[in-house]
């Protein structure tokens, strides 16, 4: 098919389904047509269950061995096509990447198939042009012979056999990576690149009842904002088999990780300073932190004491837990010891599926552009890498929540400070956690096995029909922290900014 009369189709579809009252939000205009026309593509861990035909009804599971079970998430964006992580289809090594992908093209060149593992592979390069920075690309096309790889539409649980058959599915008929594709490794290692790839299907699913294709954002489309987040991954936080939980924030050690499973001690309250417990016991001061605080600090003279409450506010019978690690300043983890209080995570039902179940996270945050470039930096085990990653990172700054005491030498007494700019230089310099100089902590949601490729997406009406429309903003890349396991403190997840890789889709999709 001619690339602009593609172009047309898709467009018509686009203007149908995603137009915005501002045209400029979604859509690319006819001189955006004619530059491609010459230039010839986790965890949610404890979230609730959501419904595809309600909610999400653009969600894709995605399996590149074409196994009956969810590996990764997919968004689709027409009957066709689904966007998902460059992770997700790795179908060559790793290790020596570019010689196997070197390796493959010959052998499809002489009209051969290349083995990888468990896959027989065709591949070609597919030249288009990077749309942030015009140059001309090599991307690669690989078309996966055996197995194919299935991708599912329209199923709510992978493992109700009723769910999973009423759904709708499609092989896999090839997968196009961007030439600066991500290589893999927690920390980008010394390339970067981007973890965004497409995936074209054998067969358009064509039941409407069952999907409704998503948006892509254009260049002007504000992605700083609260969305929601869906996939099939993991209901559990667990690392082989050994199940972890994370803590609240009204302990000490806030989204850290309990050292051991089911590890919540609920009959004795948790470690306590002579300091706090002298405080809590006298008439004239609090019995326990207040309702709007998380802590109490005690100033006795430059040396700061910090005092938490004996009962977990969240809910009383979680209980807490010893932790393993501090994670407060991500540049200088440190082996510490010490405790926090079990979250819900700690005590989720065990009768739940592990995976396999579309679940959704509501009302997520989004962090401002440079505080989130602060920590991709940061991540950087080398500092810098050859193509920067474009990321939107999701999670939200917890102020510090303190109550500030003055312990008087000279009478004994404790003295409340009230005055809230003294506070606030009292909490700054001397808070345990304030390493970053944050006034507060990075939680995020988390990403586990299984939610990679899933989306970040706005849902939003259609300001003439008034009927629902889905526009992705960004696709799960990972957390890139020293803290594993899906999330915690100061670890945002990274997922890859689409609306600058939103021109390089379409264009893959013309050919």
């Not at 995605?62 to 969810?70: D, P």
């Amino acid at each position: 098919m001619p690339l602009l009369v593609f172009w047309l189709l898709y467009l018509t579809t686009l203007v149908t389904r995603c137009q915005a009252q501002d045209d400029s939000e979604y859509d690319y205009q006819d001189d955006d047509v004619e530059s491609i026309k010459a230039t010839s593509g986790a965890r949610l861990v404890g979230a609730r269950e959501g419904t595809h035909l309600e909610e999400a009804p653009f969600i894709v599971a995605v399996n590149i061995e074409g196994q009956s079970y969810s590996a990764c998430t997919g968004m689709l964006i027409t009957t066709k096509y689904v966007i998902s992580a460059a992770h997700c289809t790795e179908y060559l090594p790793r290790e020596e990447n570019e010689k196997h992908n070197k390796k493959c093209i010959q052998k499809t060149q002489n009209g051969e198939r290349y083995t990888a593992g468990v896959f027989s592979l065709e591949c070609r390069i597919l030249w288009t042009t990077d749309s942030n920075t015009d140059q001309e690309i090599r991307n690669l096309e690989i078309v996966p012979v055996h197995p194919k790889g299935k991708v599912w539409v329209g199923v709510n649980d992978m493992n109700n056999i009723q769910s999973f058959l009423s759904g709708e599915s499609s092989t896999i008929k090839r997968v196009v990576r961007h030439a600066r594709t991500y290589k893999g490794g927690n920390n980008y290692g010394s390339f970067g690149g981007y973890d965004t790839t497409i995936i074209e299907l054998d067969l358009a699913l064509t039941k409407l009842e069952y999907f409704q294709q998503a948006c892509l954002p254009g260049p002007s489309f504000d992605d700083i904002r609260e969305g929601k987040l869906a996939g099939y991954g993991k209901y559990f936080r667990d690392s082989w088999d050994k199940k972890v939980c994370q803590t609240n924030r009204y302990g000490k050690m806030k989204f850290h990780y309990c050292k051991n499973e089911n590890a919540c001690i609920t009959d004795s309250p948790p470690p306590s300073s002579k300091v706090c417990d002298d405080f809590f016991n006298r008439a004239d001061t609090p019995d326990t932190v207040p309702e709007d605080k998380e802590e109490i600090m005690i100033m006795n003279g430059t040396k700061p004491f910090f005092c938490f409450g004996k009962e977990n506010k969240e809910n009383k019978d979680f209980g807490w837990c010893v932790t393993q690690g501090d994670y407060y300043d991500p540049r200088n983890t440190k082996k510490r010891k010490s405790w926090g209080f079990c979250s819900n995570d700690c005590h989720l039902n065990n009768n739940e599926a592990s995976a396999g179940v579309l679940r959704i996270v509501d009302h997520v945050r989004v962090m401002q552009e440079d505080l989130c470039n602060m920590f991709l930096k940061r991540s950087l085990p080398h500092g810098t890498v050859e193509w920067l990653p474009k990321i939107l990172c999701v999670g939200k700054i917890n102020l510090w929540s303190t109550a500030v005491w003055n312990y008087n030498k000279y009478t004994g007494s404790y003295e409340n400070v009230e005055d809230v700019d003294k506070v606030d230089k009292l909490v700054s310099k001397h808070h345990f956690g304030d390493a970053m100089g944050l006034g507060g902590y990075i939680a995020s949601p988390g990403t586990c096995s299984g939610d990679s490729g899933g989306p970040m997406y706005q849902e939003e009406k259609h300001w003439r029909y008034g009927s629902k429309k889905y526009v992705v903003t960004g696709s799960v890349s990972g957390g890139r922290g020293e803290l594993g396991y899906c999330g915690g403190i100061d670890n945002p997840v990274h997922y890859v900014r689409l609306k600058f890789f939103a021109r390089w889709i379409v264009k893959v999709m013309g050919f």
